[in-house]
């Protein structure tokens, strides 16, 4: 259903996912403030949702808050993803009130209950809230939708994808092949530059919570300590701006020329642009990535290209296969041939087989563990089901942009073959494609990568054992 109300945001850009009820109109214009609840795009600047939200308390003459739900579980989070998470929101609540005068506040518990509450407290009568096409946000989503009565509407703004998920497509697509012209065509009325957004006319008059961050954190940090944080990745908006275009290591100043010729050597980490952290957490917005790159195409056009076919194209493509297709992370979500391939070949004899703690121990002979660390886990386990859920476990357990559309894509496109095509028939694979060590030696130095990574990995259990002496 598309929205009917004029705003300075593009009509495509949200839709209503409940309308206040005729009677509610009739009986008051808009009280109490416009909550925005932020999940997916934890930022001030270049947000589309928090634009909305200021651009319709404007519109009713009435203030605007952002509200953030923190789950006491959410798929399996750690130390690494929560700390990082705080940290930039931490940093949010502080630019927010500073430059925009807009107060934050932290829940702690279920959203489908702490949502409600304070939509009821201050009396709101409109709901904003960002996009994710996972399968349990829809659900919260519905729930609260259902729990906040007749007098609150609710907007759901794509603030993620630069051409919003339903209008780049509106059904599961094939590949990147069949979503690449749509999205293309559409890039001219979205990818545009961010309106200038300052702070409500009508200002939050109530108290503005105080949020013990100290305490939060630790409390995430001991919870989760199975997996600690890492220190070459810092949180927050300010550092997601200086790792795209900062003048010291900044990827569009210092490091783009190189990508599309260094992106796939695993010995240059440096090839790639490292911004998926702060993507998945919504630190900093695609679009901005894809106009500041774009700027640069006279100079780099092939690197910029490739960045923009990654940043855009396939991106956009893990969420339109995780909103349309409901099965995103099991067998069920591959298509007809691959299900097939995989079944007939689930009994054939393995060379090794390996359980989930060895593999999460990393105790297998093969030396090299890089990108086609899902291939190997197909390889190793007794049946492509389980290789799909201890893909998906480690992924989501050790990586800092873990729990995202491009990563359940990652294992399926690994595992099963989406957005792939069918190869050449072999053991154990079937038709999935497949790749192993000697193809790794064709393509860069292998010996070279396993010393970097001996190196990353003494150097890590050096950290933890300093860190567990300080405990
Ligand atoms: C097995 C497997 C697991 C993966 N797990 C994750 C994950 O948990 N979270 C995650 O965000 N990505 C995941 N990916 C996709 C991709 O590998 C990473 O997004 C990318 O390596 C991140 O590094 P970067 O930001 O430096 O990438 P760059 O090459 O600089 O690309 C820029 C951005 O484009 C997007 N992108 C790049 N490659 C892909 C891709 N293949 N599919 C979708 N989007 C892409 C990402 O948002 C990335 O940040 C996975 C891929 C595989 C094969």
Redesign the pocket.
């Known amino acids: 259903m598309k929205a009917s109300t004029k705003a300075i945001v593009e009509q495509g850009r949200f839709r209503v996912l409940k309308e206040r009820s005729k009677r509610s109109n009739q009986q008051q214009q808009c009280g109490g403030a416009v909550v925005y609840w932020m999940f997916r795009d934890q930022r001030v600047r270049d947000n589309w949702a928090l634009i909305h939200a200021v651009d319709q308390a404007n519109h009713f003459n009435v203030p605007v808050v952002v509200a953030f739900n923190l789950f006491d579980q959410f798929l399996g989070a750690k130390a690494r993803q929560l700390g990082f998470m705080l940290r930039g929101l931490q940093e949010l609540q502080s630019s927010l009130m500073e430059t925009l005068q807009i107060p934050f506040f932290m829940f702690q518990g279920e959203a489908v209950e702490t949502i409600p509450n304070f939509l009821r407290e201050c009396e709101a009568s409109l709901l904003v809230t960002d996009f994710s096409p996972l399968r349990e946000v829809r659900k919260w989503k519905e729930e609260i939708c259902n729990r906040v009565g007749d007098s609150v509407t609710v907007h759901e703004v794509d603030a993620h994808n630069v051409v919003p998920l339903w209008v780049a497509s509106q059904k599961l697509e094939y590949s990147a092949r069949t979503l690449r012209g749509k999205i293309n065509k559409l890039l001219p009325e979205y990818l545009i530059d961010y309106p200038k957004i300052t702070s409500p006319l009508t200002k939050w008059m109530e108290e503005t919570p105080v949020i013990d961050w100290e305490g939060l954190i630790a409390n995430v940090l001991s919870k989760g300590a199975e997996v600690p944080e890492i220190g070459w990745c810092e949180p927050g908006e300010t550092a997601a701006m200086e790792v795209l275009s900062g003048s010291k290591d900044g990827f569009l100043t210092k490091r783009l020329k190189n990508y599309s010729s260094d ?1 796939n050597n695993p010995l240059k980490p440096k090839g ?5 952290p702060y ?2 957490f919504g630190q900093i917005s ?1 679009q901005r990535c894809a106009l500041e790159a774009r700027n640069l195409r006279k100079l780099h056009s092939q690197s910029v290209d490739s ?1 923009l076919e ?2 855009i194209v ?2 956009e ?2 969420d339109n296969f995780c909103f349309y297709q409901p099965h995103y992370d099991s067998l069920l979500g591959a298509w007809e041939w691959a299900r097939k391939t995989l079944m007939d070949h689930a009994g054939d004899k393995r060379e090794h087989v390996y359980t989930k703690e060895q593999l999460e121990s990393a105790k297998t002979f093969d030396p090299v563990r890089w ?1 086609y ?2 291939k190997k886990i197909l390889e190793w386990t007794t049946e492509p089901e389980e290789a799909l859920s201890i ?1 998906i476990y480690l ?1 989501d357990k050790y ?1 800092l ?2 729990r ?1 559309p ?2 359940y ?3 399926m ?2 595992i099963c073959g989406v957005h792939d095509q069918g190869w050449r028939e072999r053991p154990v694979f079937g038709k999935i494609r497949y790749m192993n060590y000697e193809g790794c030696k064709r393509k860069f130095d292998v010996d070279g990568y396993i010393a970097y990574a001996k190196r990353l990995v003494n150097g890590s259990k050096k950290r933890k054992k300093a860190w567990l002496a300080r405990q």
């Open positions: 992106r790639l642009s490292c911004l998926s993507l998945h695609a960045f990654e940043l396939r991106r493509l893990s990108m660390w899902a893909a992924n990586e942009d873990g995202d491009s990563g894509v990652g294992c496109w690994s």
